[in-house]
C-alpha cells in the first residue's frame, strides 16, 4: 500500500434533517493507519461546498466522538490534519471496520457535519507466538492422520496484512493442515502422517514458521518438541461444544462465569483432565480466569459492556496422555448503568457585552452517555432564578441563551450549573458549572457624593494649599470607571477661575494657585466636570462654593485726625471746661471683618494723666475734670486703636491739645507757639516697629512731595512781591462763617491784631489786642457749650470786612495748592490792586484764627 492517503474514497450524504435550523451531513473519509502527526486528510471547504472564509465566520468547531482527538480543523483553509499518530490495533482491535467518528459544527446557523474516517490497516505487525516452545506427548500407538492443535499466531493486522499461511520444518513423521474459520482466521494441526516409533526416535523437534501476506512479508516461528509417551486412545469430550453464558458488568472479581466440564474414558492419568484458555487473544487472559483442575471460569479484570458487549473464548481439555478436547464459550454482557451523563463544551463566548439582545448564543455544549437503552438517553437543566435558558437541538446539543436582560452593576458574573440526568435505573445525574462572565459597557455616568460642596479657605494662604476634594463614582469597571476632573470655564473678580484654583485630574484636590486677600474676595464658585473614560464618555458637574476666611491682617486705619501731617493737630479747649467736655473724637475703620473690625479705644500716654479720657467703643475724648490755669497749656494724648482678632493689631493717633482762654473762635490754630520741650519718652518696641514701617511706606511718597513743593516755590518767587515773604496762608484755608446755630470752643467774640516783620517764623508769631478795627475779625458765633460737637478742621469764623474777605478768597482760589509764602505774596498783591493805603496794615497784621494756617500746609 502507498504512502500517499486515500482521500475521500467514499463521500455519502446520509441524511438532511432540518429542525431549530440544524441540519446534519455524514462524509466519510480513508487513510491508512501510522500516518506522521500534521499530514493532510481532506479539505472539508471543498466537500462541504462552502465559502472560503466561511469557516472562520461561522466559528467552526471538530467535535471528536473518541476520548482523543485525533484530527484538526485549520478554519482558514479548510484543511483536516492529523493530529496524533492513529495505530489502527490499539484503536479497533480485531474489528473489519474501524472507523473514527467526529464532527464539525458550524454556527450561526448552526449546522453539523457527521464526519467518518476509516483507518486502513497496514503490515506493522510481525506474527508472533505465545510461547517460544510447544511441548507435545503423543503415545507411540496414535494412528496416522491423527490431528494435534497448534496454537496459532497473532498477528494484529488484518486482511492481506495477517497471516496468510504456516509452514512446517522438513521431518519424517508430521505435516501440516492449514484451515481457515468462518471468520477468516488461519488454524494449524500437525497431523501424523507416520507411526511414531519410540524405540527409534523418543523426542521429535520441529519448526513452526507463520507467514504474513504483508508487504514486506513478516514471520514468526516456534520450536515445537515432541515426546513419544506409550499409548492412550481415548480423547476428553466437552458435555457441549458451545457455552452461552450471560455476566453483568461490573462484575466484581471472582465472580463466576461459568464451569466446563469435560469426560475421558481412559483410565489412570490418560483420564486426569487439564484445562486451558486455547486460541484466545490476550484481553482474554486478563479478564478471566480459567482453573486447570475443575474448568471454573471466574471474573479477574472489570467487564465493562461500553468496552466490549460480549467475549469468545475457546477451552481445550487435555489428559494426561496428551490427548484434547476444545469447546467455545460465548460470554455475553449485560449493561448497567453505570455512567453518568458527560457535558462537553463546544463553544464558550468569553465575555458577554451587557447590552446583549435576548436570544443570543452564550454557551453551545453536548451531553454524550455512554450506557445504551435508557441507561444512554439523557435530559439537561439549568437552576432557576438566572437570565439564561437552555435550547436543544438534534444530536444531544444544547444552546445557553439569554433571555431577560443583564446588567453587570447587578451581576458581573454566573456561575451556571448544569444538570445532566439519564433515564437509567437508578438515575445518574452529572453537574457541570460554567463561568459566564458579563462585560462592562459604560452606560452610568460618575456621581458626586454631594451636589453643592462647601470649602472654607483662610485670606492670605500659601499658593498651592489644598483647598479640600471632591470625588465622584462610576458604578461602572476599569476603563468606564476611571475618573478624570476638570474645571469650567468661569470669572472670579474679572479673572479667570483657573487663575484661583486647580484641581488634580486624578484625585479631584482642589489647590488654589495664590494668595487670596478677603478684603478683595469674599468668596467664589467654581463648577467641576467629572468625566469617565468610556467610549462615549459620560460626564457630570457639581457647583464648589469657596468661603474666604477673614485674618486679621488689616491694622486698625485712623481716619480723623489725619496722621500724615508733619506735626499733630491742635485741638483748642478752653480753661474751665466742665468735666465731660467734648474735646475731639477720634475715627478709625478696620477692613477687615466680623470680631477682626471690632475696635477698641484706649488713652495710652497723657501729658497730664487724668486730665481726659477716651471713650472704649466711639473714640470720644472728653475731659475727665475741669480744665484750670494750672494744666499745662500744650497737652500731648497719645491714643492706641485695637481690633478685637485673635493677634490684635492696632494703630496709634497723637492729638494736640492746647488750654486757652479768652478766645472765641473754636478752631484757631496756632502757628507760632513758644517752643517746649519735646517728651522723649521712648514708645514701646511695638510702636516703634510700626512707626518705622510706616514711614518706610510714605518715604517716597513725603519726598516726592517736597520736590513738587520746592519746584512750585521756586516759579512763584520769582514774580512775587518781596514785602510778602513773611506771610504765612495755608493751602487748605477755605472761607467758612460760622451761622446763627454754629457752635465753637470760645465763650465770646474777639478781635486779635498780629504785628509780623520781614524774616519772622512761625516761632516768632505773637498774639495782641485789636489795632485795626477795619481789620478785626467778628465772630458771630454764639457761646458754644463743653458738650457741643467741634467744628471740622481746616475752617475758619467770619470776617468782618467784607473787602479782606473777598481778598481772602481770590487768592486761595488763585493759588490752591501754594505753600504759605506763595499765599502770602498773593494776598497782598491783592490787596494792593483793591487800596494800595492797606498794604502796609495788612502787612502788620494777623487775624487770629483766619490767618493761621493749619500745620499740615503744604
Given at each position: 500500500m502507498d504512502d500517499t492517503f486515500r482521500i475521500m474514497k467514499g463521500l455519502s450524504l446520509l441524511f438532511l434533517l432540518s429542525l431549530s435550523g440544524v441540519v446534519c451531513v455524514s462524509i466519510r473519509y480513508s487513510l491508512p493507519e501510522e500516518k506522521k502527526s500534521g499530514s493532510l486528510v481532506a479539505n472539508v471547504l471543498k466537500d462541504l461546498k462552502l465559502g472560503p472564509g466561511e469557516l472562520s465566520a461561522r466559528r467552526a468547531q471538530l467535535v471528536s466522538k473518541s476520548k482523543k482527538q485525533y484530527f484538526q480543523l485549520d478554519n482558514r483553509s479548510g484543511n483536516l490534519f492529523i493530529n496524533d499518530k492513529i495505530d489502527r490495533e490499539a484503536l479497533c482491535g480485531k474489528m473489519d471496520s474501524c472507523l473514527v467518528l467526529f464532527e464539525i459544527v458550524l454556527q450561526n446557523p448552526l449546522k453539523i457535519y457527521n464526519m467518518e474516517t476509516e483507518i486502513d490497516d497496514v503490515n506493522d505487525n510481525t506474527p508472533a507466538f505465545s510461547q517460544n516452545e510447544f511441548m507435545f506427548d503423543i503415545s507411540e500407538h496414535v494412528p496416522t492422520n491423527t490431528r494435534f492443535p497448534l496454537e496459532s499466531a497473532r498477528d494484529a493486522d488484518l486482511g492481506e496484512n495477517s497471516i496468510q499461511n504456516y509452514t512446517l520444518s522438513p521431518n519424517a513423521y508430521f505435516r501440516l493442515d492449514v484451515q481457515s474459520d468462518e471468520f477468516g482466521s488461519k488454524y494449524v494441526d500437525l497431523v501424523l502422517e507416520k507411526p511414531l516409533d519410540r524405540e527409534k526416535e523418543a523426542h521429535v523437534g520441529l519448526t513452526l514458521t507463520a507467514v504474513d501476506g504483508g508487504v514486506p512479508q513478516r514471520t514468526g516461528t516456534v520450536l515445537i518438541k515432541v515426546s513419544v509417551l506409550d499409548s492412550n486412545d481415548n480423547f476428553p469430550q466437552f458435555t457441549q461444544s458451545e457455552y452461552k453464558v450471560k455476566l453483568k458488568e461490573n462484575s466484581p472479581r471472582g465472580t463466576p462465569v461459568y464451569k466446563v466440564e469435560a469426560r475421558d474414558l481412559d483410565f489412570g492419568s490418560n483420564a486426569q483432565i487439564s484445562y486451558s484458555f486455547h486460541r484466545v487473544p490476550d484481553q482474554i487472559h486478563h479478564l478471566f480466569n480459567l482453573n486447570q483442575s475443575t474448568g471454573e471460569i471466574t471474573v479477574l479484570g472489570p467487564i465493562d459492556y461500553e468496552e466490549e458487549s460480549s467475549y469468545d473464548m475457546n477451552v481445550k481439555a487435555t489428559d494426561g496422555g496428551g490427548l484434547s478436547g476444545v469447546c467455545k464459550v460465548l460470554v455475553l454482557v449485560e449493561d448497567e448503568n453505570d455512567n453518568v451523563p458527560e457535558v462537553v463544551v463546544v463553544s464558550h463566548t468569553s465575555a458577554l457585552p451587557e447590552d446583549s439582545a435576548l436570544d443570543v448564543l452564550v454557551v453551545l455544549f453536548s451531553v454524550t452517555d455512554r450506557d445504551s437503552g435508557d441507561n444512554g438517553r439523557t435530559s439537561c437543566s439549568i437552576e432557576a432564578g438566572l437570565p439564561f435558558g437552555l435550547k436543544p437541538s438534534d444530536n444531544n446539543y444544547y444552546q445557553l441563551v439569554t433571555q431577560?436582560?443583564?446588567?453587570?452593576?447587578?451581576?458581573?458574573?454566573?456561575?451556571?450549573?448544569?444538570?445532566?440526568?439519564?433515564?437509567?435505573?437508578?438515575?445518574?445525574?452529572?453537574?457541570?458549572?460554567?463561568?459566564?462572565?458579563?462585560?462592562?459597557?459604560?452606560?452610568?455616568?460618575?456621581?458626586?457624593?454631594?451636589?453643592?460642596?462647601?470649602?472654607?479657605?483662610?485670606?492670605?494662604?500659601?499658593?498651592?494649599?489644598?483647598?479640600?476634594?471632591?470625588?465622584?463614582?462610576?458604578?461602572?469597571?476599569?476603563?468606564?470607571?476611571?475618573?478624570?476632573?476638570?474645571?469650567?470655564?468661569?470669572?472670579?473678580?474679572?479673572?479667570?477661575?483657573?487663575?484661583?484654583?486647580?484641581?488634580?485630574?486624578?484625585?479631584?484636590?482642589?489647590?488654589?494657585?495664590?494668595?487670596?486677600?478677603?478684603?478683595?474676595?469674599?468668596?467664589?464658585?467654581?463648577?467641576?466636570?467629572?468625566?469617565?473614560?468610556?467610549?462615549?464618555?459620560?460626564?457630570?458637574?457639581?457647583?464648589?462654593?469657596?468661603?474666604?476666611?477673614?485674618?486679621?491682617?488689616?491694622?486698625?486705619?485712623?481716619?480723623?485726625?489725619?496722621?500724615?501731617?508733619?506735626?499733630?493737630?491742635?485741638?483748642?479747649?478752653?480753661?474751665?471746661?466742665?468735666?465731660?467736655?467734648?474735646?475731639?473724637?477720634?475715627?478709625?475703620?478696620?477692613?477687615?471683618?466680623?470680631?477682626?473690625?471690632?475696635?477698641?479705644?484706649?488713652?495710652?500716654?497723657?501729658?497730664?494723666?487724668?486730665?481726659?479720657?477716651?471713650?472704649?467703643?466711639?473714640?470720644?475724648?472728653?475731659?475727665?475734670?475741669?480744665?484750670?490755669?494750672?494744666?499745662?497749656?500744650?497737652?500731648?494724648?497719645?491714643?492706641?486703636?485695637?481690633?478685637?482678632?485673635?493677634?490684635?493689631?492696632?494703630?496709634?493717633?497723637?492729638?494736640?491739645?492746647?488750654?486757652?482762654?479768652?478766645?472765641?473762635?473754636?478752631?484757631?490754630?496756632?502757628?507760632?507757639?513758644?517752643?517746649?520741650?519735646?517728651?522723649?519718652?521712648?514708645?514701646?518696641?511695638?510702636?516703634?516697629?510700626?512707626?518705622?514701617?510706616?514711614?518706610?511706606?510714605?518715604?517716597?511718597?513725603?519726598?516726592?512731595?517736597?520736590?513738587?513743593?520746592?519746584?512750585?516755590?521756586?516759579?512763584?518767587?520769582?514774580?512775587?512781591?518781596?514785602?510778602?515773604?513773611?506771610?504765612?496762608?495755608?493751602?487748605?484755608?477755605?472761607?467758612?462763617?460760622?451761622?446763627?446755630?454754629?457752635?465753637?470752643?470760645?465763650?465770646?467774640?474777639?478781635y486779635y491784631e498780629v504785628f509780623l516783620t520781614a524774616g519772622y517764623g512761625t516761632n516768632e508769631f505773637k498774639v495782641l489786642s485789636p489795632l485795626l478795627p477795619s481789620l478785626a475779625v467778628d465772630l458771630k458765633a454764639p457761646m458754644a457749650s463743653s458738650n457741643d460737637p467741634q467744628p471740622s478742621k481746616g475752617t475758619i469764623t467770619e470776617i468782618t470786612d467784607s473787602r479782606l474777605v473777598t481778598v481772602v478768597e481770590r487768592a486761595m482760589k488763585s493759588h490752591p495748592t501754594y505753600g504759605q509764602e506763595a499765599f502770602r505774596g498773593d494776598l497782598l498783591n491783592q490787596l494792593m490792586k483793591d487800596d494800595p493805603s492797606t498794604v502796609k496794615g495788612a502787612e502788620t497784621l494777623m487775624l487770629g484764627e483766619m490767618l493761621t494756617l493749619p500745620q499740615n500746609f503744604g
Open positions: 431577560k436582560p443583564l446588567d453587570w452593576e447587578r451581576d458581573s458574573e454566573y456561575n451556571v450549573t448544569i444538570t445532566a440526568t439519564d433515564w437509567g435505573s437508578p438515575r445518574l445525574s452529572s453537574f457541570t458549572i460554567i463561568n459566564v462572565q458579563i462585560s462592562d459597557i459604560n452606560d452610568n455616568s460618575p456621581v458626586f457624593e454631594k451636589s453643592l460642596y462647601h470649602m472654607q479657605l483662610r485670606e492670605n494662604n500659601i499658593p498651592g494649599l489644598l483647598i479640600g476634594l471632591v470625588q465622584a463614582k462610576d458604578l461602572d469597571m476599569e476603563q468606564n470607571a476611571k475618573v478624570t476632573y476638570s474645571l469650567l470655564p468661569g470669572k472670579v473678580s474679572d479673572q479667570p477661575v483657573s487663575s484661583y484654583v486647580s484641581i488634580n485630574s486624578e484625585t479631584g484636590n482642589l489647590y488654589a494657585i495664590r494668595s487670596v486677600d478677603y478684603e478683595q474676595v469674599k468668596d467664589f464658585q467654581v463648577t467641576v466636570r467629572a468625566v469617565d473614560s468610556g467610549s462615549p464618555p459620560l460626564s457630570s458637574e457639581v457647583m464648589v462654593r469657596v468661603l474666604i476666611v477673614d485674618e486679621n491682617d488689616n491694622a486698625p486705619f485712623i481716619l480723623y485726625p489725619l496722621q500724615n501731617g508733619t506735626s499733630p493737630s491742635n485741638d483748642l479747649v478752653p480753661r474751665g471746661a466742665e468735666a465731660g467736655y467734648l474735646v475731639t473724637k477720634v475715627v478709625a475703620v478696620d477692613r477687615d471683618s466680623g470680631q477682626n473690625s471690632w475696635l477698641t479705644y484706649e488713652l495710652l500716654k497723657a501729658t497730664e494723666p487724668g486730665l481726659f479720657s477716651v471713650e472704649t467703643h466711639n473714640g470720644e475724648v472728653r475731659t475727665t475734670r475741669v480744665v484750670t490755669s494750672q494744666d499745662a497749656f500744650k497737652q500731648r494724648l497719645l491714643i492706641v486703636v485695637k481690633d478685637n482678632g485673635e493677634a490684635p493689631q492696632s494703630s496709634t493717633s497723637s492729638l494736640s491739645i492746647l488750654l486757652v482762654d479768652g478766645f472765641s473762635d473754636s478752631h484757631m490754630q496756632i502757628a507760632d507757639l513758644p517752643p517746649e520741650e519735646e517728651q522723649n519718652d521712648s514708645l514701646t518696641l511695638y510702636l516703634i516697629i510700626s512707626l518705622c514701617f510706616i514711614s518706610f511706606l510714605f518715604l517716597f511718597s513725603v519726598l516726592t512731595v517736597i520736590v513738587i513743593w520746592i519746584h512750585k516755590r521756586r516759579n512763584y518767587q520769582k514774580g512775587s512781591h518781596v514785602s510778602s515773604g513773611n506771610f504765612y496762608c495755608d493751602a487748605d484755608f477755605v472761607p467758612n462763617s460760622s451761622g446763627p446755630n454754629g457752635s465753637g470752643t470760645l465763650s465770646r467774640p474777639n
